[in-house]
């Protein structure tokens, strides 16, 4: 026992220059963004550019894509169980410690745009009150919590198994990868229908809402991991073979192809009938009565998407690195903005009443923001430091 | 260091280790004690139960202790009741469109009823303009930010807007925690005490009735009034919703609402829907009365009509 976290210690504290620095900086940012996180703590979310009118902002926005980034495993939990891809299966334990970082990061957010966040305990069942299954909110308080301690479970049963050399209990490993499948696709279901649900909000009340998350979730989330998964091989011992990112960049193709394609039914559904409700979506793709902050945000998105998908489609640029991994920045960009700025702050504004309130983060949001993705970063580079350490045999149980 | 520092076995720190652990067991037990104006209420302040967890006497502790606070902080004899709903009353309240001259008399008759906070500023009513001969309220164009000399203004209409304490509330389906609920009497209600300020509530209400204190409430002394309900009027926390609570203070004793006593031209009305001899039944059965954002289902208590062409001129 001793043994595993003094092996464990010096795994973490041995590297390369390259990985302490992004230690060092990853934490650097994560104290940053506590000391705003204090300020705000003290002043209330007053601090921040919420306000009645746009009541929710960056900190759901950023929750919103990282639900999608967790869902996102499974793509590579599908290849590599049903369809037993030999490539991807050497790498699916960085899928599921990205999971693990996307939903802790999803878990800070979710606490930190709270106005009462230390009476957390009121949502435990029995001892508070938690209104399942009538709350969409209880709904996803359940799943995603259930989703990060499958992962976690998954992942530290994965480093104790190769630690110890022992073999895997399929009987026990089985079922719950396989559970892991409909959960991943749960948690972004039902963050969706937090929003689906609310007649209140014609912008976000539609069928496609939830089809949607999960197309630009299975875009953002490889593409993201995509490009982590190279550094990794590059800086390590840890092998990616080209043939898994190569398999990979195909999945998030179809992902983007669905994504554009619920994109423009949306876009048909609203202008073509243009009643009352589309103010939302005018606001955000033209400007309404003069105010036009989103327009250039989103026409961004669409150009870097589209842009993207073209690189995926045709198979000279999918099949080089240097193309897909342009593709996929842009495709984590495109989304990030897609999700932030083009769902969560259109939502609000008009309001539900017709004010427009122009939101836009203020800076002790984004610090905040960046000190919560620091840590979540942080969480993912020890954990695949482990990873790679009792992977590559670096790390074992002496006999 | 001196020889008298070493006085610990194996320590050789100005702080020992033993030292330290019975510092800081010393300073965690100071926060059980009850020191200054607190009376050890952070405790109990921080484990309280759902309003409808409470049993009668913890309820008549609370709002004794409350009471207590209250007046020490504000320099006034506050009382603070838990009224229960009163049998076979529902409540409904109705606007005369045809009448109102969006004065907003009734906005700040309501922050003051309800001791909402000045600084920031917090409204539960908002009336919205609209222009004549050309919005048709479409509640997409309402302007809360009028500002003219004089109201009203020439071509003009106002349609004051608040809680609708709706019978099918979208707000109470979505709370997390259920600090909102519907009262029997009808009034919708929060716990300011267990609402965790996730604002799910907010983004579910069409109506935009429901409003977050997202800095620490300012009340001056002076103004605070002292006559309280704990799910209504009572002074609110920094980081919890608040809400029109059709002054649940007042008409639980029998009362108008401050907005309806305070409307200079009787544009508002007020009553007990289940008493056939109520105004407000009177205007069900009479008048040419609509609802807000009807096709929403939320089936809401607050009704408009026009008893007559404008009273105003033009």
């Known amino acids: 026992m001793f043994d595993a976290i003094k092996g464990i210690f010096k795994v973490l504290l041995t590297g390369s220059k390259a990985y302490k620095l992004l230690i060092a900086v990853l934490f650097f940012l994560s104290i940053v963004g506590m000391i705003f996180l204090f300020k705000q703590f003290e002043q209330g979310l007053i601090a921040t550019n919420m306000r009645d009118q746009v009541s929710w902002g960056w900190y759901i926005a950023n929750f919103t894509f990282l639900v999608g980034v967790a869902a996102a495993a499974v793509v590579l939990v599908v290849p590599a169980y049903l369809y037993h891809h030999e490539p991807i299966h050497d790498i699916v334990i960085l899928g599921e410690i990205m999971a693990v970082s996307a939903v802790s990061m999803c878990l800070m957010f979710v606490t930190f745009d709270m106005g009462s966040p230390e009476r957390f305990w009121h949502l435990i069942p029995k001892i508070g009150i938690f209104n399942f299954p009538q709350s969409i909110l209880a709904w996803d308080v359940f799943v995603l919590n259930l989703y990060l301690f499958l992962n976690l479970f998954l992942v530290a049963y994965t480093f104790y198994k190769l630690y110890t050399g022992q073999p895997f209990n399929k009987k026990l490993t089985w079922p719950l990868i396989l559970f892991s499948i409909p959960a991943a696709i749960s948690i972004h279901t039902v963050t969706a229908f937090i929003y689906v649900g609310l007649p209140a909000r014609p912008f976000w009340s539609a069928a496609i809402l939830a089809p949607r998350f999960i197309a630009s979730a299975f875009c953002s989330g490889p593409a993201f991991m995509l490009i982590l998964f190279q550094i990794i091989r590059g800086k390590t011992r840890f092998k990616v073979t080209d043939e898994a990112l190569f398999k990979i960049g195909e999945i998030i193709t179809y992902a983007m192809a669905l994504n554009l394609f619920f994109l423009i039914s949306e876009l048909f559904k609203e202008r073509y009938s243009a009643t009352a409700h589309i103010a939302s979506l005018d606001y955000l793709w033209y400007g309404l009565h003069g105010h036009n902050q989103l327009v250039p945000w989103i026409w961004t998105a669409l150009v870097f998407n589209s842009i993207a998908f073209l690189l995926l489609l045709i198979p000279k640029t999918r099949k080089r690195l240097p193309t897909l991994n342009l593709a996929c920045v842009l495709i984590f960009a495109g989304v990030y903005i897609e999700k932030g700025m083009g769902l969560v702050f259109p939502g609000f504004i008009p309001s539900t009443m017709g004010e427009i309130y122009d939101y836009f983060p203020n800076a002790l949001e984004l610090w905040i923001s960046i000190g919560i993705w620091a840590v979540g970063m942080l969480i993912f580079t020890v954990l695949s430091k482990i990873a790679i350490a009792v992977k590559t045999g670096e790390l074992r149980a002496r006999k | ?314």
């Open chain 2, 1 to 314: 260091m001196t020889d008298s520092e070493h006085n610990n076995k194996g320590s050789n720190s100005l702080i020992t280790r033993r030292k330290f652990l019975t510092g800081l067991a010393a300073g965690a037990a100071t926060l059980t004690l009850p020191f200054g104006n607190t009376d050890a209420s952070i405790w109990e302040e921080y484990f309280r139960q759902h309003f409808t967890r409470l049993d009668k006497d913890e309820l008549k502790n609370i709002l004794a202790n409350l009471e207590k606070k209250l007046s020490q902080e504000y320099g006034k004899d506050v009382t603070v009741r838990a009224t229960p709903p009163m049998e076979n009353v529902l409540f409904g309240y109705a606007i005369d469109l045809s009448r109102c001259i969006g004065c907003r008399k009734c906005v700040y008759a309501c922050v003051k009823e309800n001791n909402l906070s000045r600084n920031p500023e917090v409204h539960w009513i908002v009336n919205l303009q609209f222009r004549k001969n050309e919005k048709w309220l479409n509640m997409e164009e309402g302007n809360a930010y009028y500002n003219p000399e004089i109201v009203p203004e020439k071509g003009y209409y106002y349609v004051p807007t608040q809680c609708q304490q709706c019978e099918n509330p979208p707000c109470v389906k979505v709370c997390p925690v259920k600090a909102t609920w519907k009262e029997p009497d009808g009034m919708i209600v929060v716990d300011y005490n267990w609402c965790i300020g996730c604002r799910y509530c907010m983004a579910a209400c069409p109506y935009g009735a429901r409003h977050f204190n997202w800095g620490k409430p300012y009340i001056p002394k002076e103004e605070l009034n002292p006559d309280m309900h704990y799910l209504g009027n009572r002074p609110q926390y920094k980081g919890v919703v608040g809400k029109c609570t059709w002054c649940i203070q007042r008409t639980r004793e029998g009362r108008y609402t401050a907005c309806v006593e305070i409307c200079p031209v009787g544009a508002r009305k007020f009553g007990n829907m289940l008493d056939p001899k109520s105004e407000l039944r009177y205007i069900l059965e009479h008048m040419k009365v609509f609802r807000l954002k009807e096709d929403l289902g939320t089936n809401p208590k607050f009704f408009y009509f026009f008893s007559m062409g404008s009273s105003v001129k033009s």
